[in-house]
């Protein structure tokens, strides 16, 4: 089967095409494509970047074509050393492991890592996901960090106008003492981006050690009375919460 490659118009790449159908995201929807599981009018396409036609193209995995697509959007507690993909292969616990028997299909919605814990979302809208994980979107991230010493004054200006990291200079973020003990500080950070371990990265480059990491809030949406290791639905309400942007 031949597949347009240069159209540009309103069609979308295969894998593209995939996570919009409800069967996973951006990247689980690569690894159906390769494997084989995608036809494009009843011819299997095995190439994630072949240009497709959502309108006027048949799309089915295993041979069903999707269903309705029905948003389903989680929010869960994360707790430490719970890691956020489907498998992991040091055999650790993963967020899958706390959804409840047969759950809806759902991924998650950015990531944290294994050892920090907080508000974490699972949703089967690929839409959702991208508006909460691209820095474009500026939804806010809000982490409770405890951090081992104390900062100084010239640490915090440096957070709250940007880190240099090995990937390149961060957006500022917002940071706030709460308390303070003999060994370790508790702060407020907030952050509008979501680089692979930044709030850790950020703190290292001047001078402590992160010891606990807690997300307390995405947009306006907080993590509340949640229990490590549970989950609950959100309605409208909560939706419009957690998509509150920074200004």
Same mark, same amino acid.
């Given at each position: 089967?031949?597949?347009?490659?240069?159209?540009?118009?309103?069609?979308?790449?295969?894998?593209?095409? =995939?996570?919009?159908?409800?069967?996973?995201?951006?990247?689980?929807?690569?690894?159906? =494509?390769?494997?084989?599981?995608? !036809? %494009?009018?009843?011819?299997? #396409?095995?190439?994630?970047? *072949?240009? %497709?036609?959502?309108?006027?193209?048949?799309?089915?995995?295993?041979?069903?074509?999707?269903?309705? #697509?029905?948003?389903?959007?989680?929010?869960?507690?994360?707790? *430490?050393? #719970?890691?956020?993909?489907?498998?992991?292969?040091?055999?650790?616990?993963?967020?899958?492991?706390?959804?409840? +028997?047969?759950?809806?299909?759902?991924?998650?919605?950015?990531?944290?890592?294994?050892?920090?814990?907080?508000?974490?979302?699972?949703?089967?809208?690929?839409?959702? @996901?991208?508006?909460?994980?691209?820095? *474009?979107?500026?939804?806010?991230?809000?982490?409770?960090?405890?951090?081992?010493?104390? +900062?100084?004054?010239?640490? $915090?200006?440096? $957070?709250?106008?940007?880190? =240099?990291?090995?990937?390149?200079?961060?957006?500022?973020? &917002?940071?706030?003492?709460?308390?303070?003990? &003999?060994? %370790?500080?508790?702060?407020?950070?907030?952050?509008?981006?979501?680089?692979?371990?930044?709030?850790? !990265?950020?703190?290292?480059? %001047?001078?402590?050690?992160?010891?606990?990491?807690?997300?307390? @809030?995405?947009? &306006?949406?907080?993590?509340?009375?949640?229990?490590?290791? *549970?989950?609950?639905?959100?309605? @409208?309400?909560?939706?419009? !919460?957690?998509?509150?942007?920074?200004?």
């Amino acid at each position: 089967m031949r597949i347009d490659y240069r159209s540009p118009g309103r069609r979308v790449q295969l894998h593209r095409a =995939v996570s919009k159908l409800g069967w996973g995201s951006r990247t689980q929807s690569w690894d159906l =494509v390769r494997a084989g599981e995608i !036809r %494009v009018d009843g011819h299997v #396409v095995t190439d994630p970047l *072949a240009w %497709v036609d959502l309108d006027r193209q048949r799309i089915t995995r295993r041979g069903q074509a999707a269903g309705p #697509v029905v948003p389903v959007v989680f929010a869960l507690h994360k707790p *430490a050393g #719970v890691v956020t993909t489907r498998r992991d292969e040091h055999g650790r616990r993963t967020v899958y492991d706390l959804l409840p +028997p047969d759950p809806p299909w759902v991924f998650p919605a950015g990531r944290l890592d294994a050892d920090s814990e907080g508000l974490l979302i699972l949703t089967n809208d690929a839409q959702l @996901a991208v508006r909460l994980t691209e820095p *474009a979107h500026r939804i806010p991230k809000t982490y409770r960090v405890t951090i081992k010493g104390s +900062p100084t004054v010239q640490a $915090l200006s440096k $957070l709250r106008h940007g880190i =240099v990291l090995k990937d390149g200079p961060t957006r500022p973020a &917002a940071v706030r003492v709460l308390r303070r003990h &003999a060994t %370790v500080t508790v702060v407020e950070m907030r952050l509008t981006e979501g680089r692979n371990r930044q709030v850790r !990265r950020m703190w290292h480059a %001047v001078g402590h050690r992160v010891r606990r990491l807690v997300r307390v @809030a995405i947009g &306006a949406l907080p993590l509340g009375d949640l229990l490590p290791g *549970a989950l609950r639905a959100l309605d @409208a309400a909560d939706l419009k !919460r957690l998509l509150q942007r920074q200004p």
